[in-house]
Each structure stands twice: as C-alpha cells, then as structure tokens.
Nanobody, 114 residues
Framework: QVQLMESGGGLVQAGGSLRLSCAASGFGLSMSSMAWYRQAPGKQREFVASTSGGGNTNYADSVKGRFTISRDNAKNILYLQMHSLKPEDTAIYYC????????WGQGTQVTVSS
C-alpha cells in the first residue's frame, strides 16, 4: 500500500528557510516521478516542483531559484528545500506520487509571516 507522509512544515518569518520531507512507503522512490503541490487558503491547489525517475526537475516560476526538490533513494524520502520564503508561500504542501497510481500525502502546513 502506497503511503506518503509529509513533515517539516511550520511557522517561519519572511526570508527564512524550511525543509519539507516526504517519507514514502509501499513503493521504491528511486524510479518514481514525484512532485510537490500546495494549496493556499481560498485558492486552488497548484504545482510547485517535480522530479522524474531520471532526475529531471521542474519548478513553478514563482519558486524557481528559491526551492529545490531532491530525493534520498536510500531512505525513500523526498525533500523540498525552501529558501527566501515569502508570505505568499503560505499554504499546505502536499507530496504526490505522479507515476502509475497517483497518490497524495496528507499535507504539511507552511506559514510565512511578514
């Protein structure tokens, strides 16, 4: 059974950094395409970043240069390193398995204060 468990969210001041983690189980992360999405209050869920099984990465324009998606295949963990956080980055962040059967984690709250 595929499970995705996000952690690492919290409250941070503008300009600060956070690293989100997504512990995957029930499948091997190394060959799977994965992504991070987020949903801000009153807004639709939006794409943040993705990584393919081959290691290619893509980012939303709004986070390019500030966020980095990576994975530790040995630990089966997906990461999202976030720097220079802005109040508009405030959202619930979701880890998503995008290859094969799509699966979503429960999300982790990130709040950036001005």
């Amino acid at each position: 059974q595929v499970q995705l468990m996000e952690s690492g969210g919290g409250l941070v001041q503008a300009g600060g950094s956070l690293r989100l983690s997504c512990a995957a189980s029930g499948f091997g992360l190394s060959m799977s395409s994965m992504a991070w999405y987020r949903q801000a209050p009153g807004k639709q869920r939006e794409f943040v970043a993705s990584t393919s099984g081959g290691g290619n990465t893509n980012y939303a324009d709004s986070v390019k240069g500030r966020f980095t998606i990576s994975r530790d295949n040995a630990k089966n963990i997906l990461y999202l390193q976030m720097h220079s956080l802005k109040p508009e980055d405030t959202a619930i962040y979701y880890c998503v398995k995008t290859m094969g059967s799509v699966s979503w984690g429960q999300g982790t709250q990130v709040t950036v204060s001005s």
